[in-house]
């Protein structure tokens, strides 16, 4: 069986490592053939990716990464292409010092890298200088290359991973290569899919190396790349009493629009009821503008009390508040014991009081919430994503969302997926609050608390996208709505 089947799942770095020491000891393919793999997949994709291009630049390391650049080198002269290899240096080691004289034995030629060298031309260049073992900022003179490569204008195709991106976290501690497409090799490593990642890996594709399934066998992945879902369709016979009452707690003094949003997108979402309680000063506009929502002005948690009684699944945190009415209303929620979502003040708050919670439950923090949630900084937060969001899903029992660029979805078992969806346009006002009503919506209809964060996830950042292609710029939380609809119901919108 092939080993594409793999393709949707991340490991990382050191998990990727045990399958190519398996494929080295197990399997008896040498690390010089594995290299050799490599290069030719990676070849064969540049000559795809840039038919026209004539001329390449290689830019070699000193480790295998370097090795499967001097190889893809020797390939292109083969075939005929004009090659230059810059190195580093010509301390290559292992299977990487083999493939370097595969290369001088080729042409004879290496360059080194000199600081006060123009770079040549070239239609496109390869990055070929650090693999998956760089956990650092790389040093000086590398720097000094990657920042001169990046203003060059010239397209760039990274080998395994952009140089100088931490191939575990998505994390960049210093400058790294923006290329314009990523070959990675054997597996996907995990950290190419979230934080900085998307700013650096341009076209992502992952070639197993035509490697057995055999060499994946008791390799529990560590993450996965999240699935396309929705709910099936509804029963003939159902009615608004099948699909769940969410009730929308939010909205405080001038914030009756994150309610509204939250809200409305439960109800496309489809729930059959949805509730929202919150300020009186708020009914008028919430019931001119969205009649469906059964809008309730609360004064206190007695006012609550009833609401609850009737709900499925709780929305807690758009416009709440951290005021005296904003916390007694999230006391009252929690205490209730209800399935919740808890995005916003409702996490802000949640910060002062903590809790675990033993009921299902969604929280959906931005990193900046995150790290208040783990009394820790923004920055030690997206130095490892994948860290962060497992710690907050043990310390709450909850599974987490931890929104961003690749978001994150973990539970509180270790299970987590990654997003590749969404665009820099939905980093706009209300997009939360869209989400913590979507995924409401579908807790109410019957998914786990897992389940529905992830198809939730899902179909907002894809509704996103869909939003974006008039623009990203000037994209609206409501823009989403529509869209949200149709890929609820698996219609794919034009």
Request: proline share 4%; with cysteine.
């Amino acid at each position: 069986m092939h080993a594409d089947r793999h393709l949707r799942d991340l490991y990382t770095v050191e998990q990727v490592r045990a399958l190519d020491r398996r494929a080295i000891e197990d399997l008896g393919i040498t690390g010089f053939e594995l290299m050799n793999r490599a290069a030719r997949a990676a070849f064969t994709f540049l000559c795809r990716q840039w038919p026209q291009a004539r001329r390449l630049v290689v830019f070699c390391g000193p480790g295998n990464n370097g090795g499967d650049g001097y190889l893809l080198a020797s390939l292109a002269y083969e075939a005929g292409v004009a090659v230059e290899v810059l190195e580093l240096t010509d301390a290559a080691r292992g299977d990487a010092a083999h493939a370097r004289e595969t290369w001088l034995h080729s042409t004879g030629i290496t360059h080194r890298w000199q600081q006060d060298a123009s770079l040549p031309h070239a239609d496109v260049y390869v990055d070929a200088l650090y693999g998956t073992g760089l956990n650092r900022a790389p040093e000086a003179s590398a720097s000094a290359l990657i920042e001169r490569i990046n203003a060059s204008g010239i397209p760039v195709l990274a080998l395994d991973v952009p140089s100088g991106l931490n191939a575990d976290t998505g994390h960049c501690p210093g400058v790294a290569i923006r290329a314009q497409a990523t070959v990675s090799f054997i597996a996907a490593k995990r950290g190419l899919y979230t934080g900085q990642a998307s700013t650096k890996t341009g076209t992502l594709i992952v070639d197993t190396l035509g490697l057995p399934d055999i060499l994946w066998q008791g390799m529990p992945a560590d993450a996965a790349l999240l699935d396309a879902m929705h709910l099936g369709p509804r029963a003939r016979d159902a009615h608004k009493g099948d699909s769940g009452h969410v009730l929308a707690i939010g909205g405080d003094h001038g914030t009756a629009g994150a309610i509204r949003l939250c809200g409305e997108a439960a109800l496309r979402g489809g729930a059959g009821l949805v509730s929202v309680a919150t300020r009186a000063e708020n009914l008028f506009a919430l019931n001119s503008a969205r009649p469906e929502l059964m809008a309730h002005g609360v004064h206190g948690p007695q006012e609550l009390e009833a609401l609850l009684a009737r709900a499925t699944v709780l929305a807690v945190g758009p416009g709440l508040g951290q005021g005296a009415w904003g916390h007694a209303l999230w006391l009252t929620a929690l205490d209730s014991g209800k399935p919740l979502v808890l995005d916003a003040d409702g996490l802000n708050l949640l910060v002062h009081e903590q809790r675990r919670f033993a009921t299902p439950a969604v929280l959906t923090p931005h990193p900046g919430e995150a790290a208040r949630l783990l009394e820790k900084t923004n920055a030690e937060v997206q130095l490892d994503r994948f860290a962060s969001v497992r710690e907050l899903a043990q310390r709450y029992g909850a599974v987490i969302v931890l929104k961003g660029s690749g978001s994150l979805i973990a539970h509180p078992d270790g299970r987590l997926d990654v997003c590749t969806w969404g665009n820099p346009g939905m980093g706009s006002g209300g997009m939360g609050d869209l989400l913590t009503g979507v995924i409401a919506a579908l807790m109410a209809q019957g998914c786990s608390a897992w389940d529905a964060a992830r198809i939730g996830v899902g179909l907002h950042a894809r509704a996103g996208d869909i939003a974006a292609r008039k623009g990203e710029r000037g994209l609206l939380a409501s823009d989403l709505l529509e869209p949200l609809r149709a890929l609820g119901n698996g219609i794919e919108h034009d």
